[in-house]
């Protein structure tokens, strides 16, 4: 099964509303990274987090390494909002430089 | 700021044929990554990079091979190209593997005729 497991796949918000994304991981997952792929394709990074929340204007992030997940809240939606938003799990350490990725929420929001 | 740059941003090819992609960083960053990208799946690890000559393998290295010819630029070859395949590559550097954040360049599309 998938290691890093997103939901919802996709997600439809009118502007204005909050929302909440999520990432499970079957991995020992030290660090997170949540990334935004907007429609021209460019994966821009929203958040790096060791266990604990962050907080970014309208975005806010937790990661929970016992319970093994993370999530994203979109306060106050805007139509910049709209993109693919991925997860990705690492492991602090060593050599290790894989990244696990999840397959993504397809976010729309509309007016 | 910095900015990652990847060429070309599309390319089209044949079968079978042998195919380069290129990738320069001007972060100063020691690791580099090369991703794929296929439609409704999440990126996946080709090889990467830990420093200037340094190649190491991910998930997904079987028909590619990988260059660091210095320590900003790090190329990706696909050996043979598959017919029909479509795929977007991402290049990608952090300051050390694993453990700090990832910028990506904006992608190379590939398709194969």
């Known amino acids: 099964g998938d290691k890093v497991k997103q939901s919802p796949s996709a997600l439809s918000l009118q502007e204005g509303t909050n929302s909440a994304l999520r990432c499970n991981f079957s991995?020992?997952?030290?660090?997170v990274q949540w990334f935004l792929q907007n429609p021209r394709g460019s994966l821009i990074n929203l958040f790096y987090l060791v266990p604990g929340t962050k907080e970014n204007g309208r975005l806010k992030s937790a990661f929970d390494s016992k319970e093994s997940y993370s999530t994203l809240h979109i306060r106050d939606a805007q139509l910049e909002d709209s993109g693919t938003y991925f997860c990705?799990?690492?492991?602090?350490?060593?050599?290790?430089?894989?990244?696990?990725f999840g397959k993504g929420t397809k976010l729309s929001v509309k007016s | 700021g910095g900015i990652i740059t990847q060429t070309p941003k599309f390319l089209i090819g044949q079968e079978g044929q042998k195919l380069t992609l290129k990738c320069q960083q001007n972060f100063n960053h020691d690791t580099m990554y090369w991703y794929r990208q296929d439609s409704g799946k999440g990126l996946r690890l080709i090889y990467y990079s830990i420093t200037e000559n340094d190649l190491q393998k991910g998930d997904l290295s079987e028909g590619y091979d990988a260059s660091r010819e210095k320590k900003s630029s790090f190329s990706l070859t696909v050996t043979s190209a598959q017919k029909n395949e479509m795929a977007v590559f991402l290049c990608?550097?952090?300051?050390?593997?694993?453990?700090?954040?990832?910028?990506f360049g904006a992608g190379t599309r590939l398709s194969v005729l």
């Open positions: 991995i020992a997952a030290t660090t």
């Open positions: 990705a799990a690492g492991r602090a350490g060593g050599s290790n430089a894989k990244l696990t």
């Open positions: 990608a550097s952090s300051i050390l593997p694993g453990v700090n954040t990832l910028y």
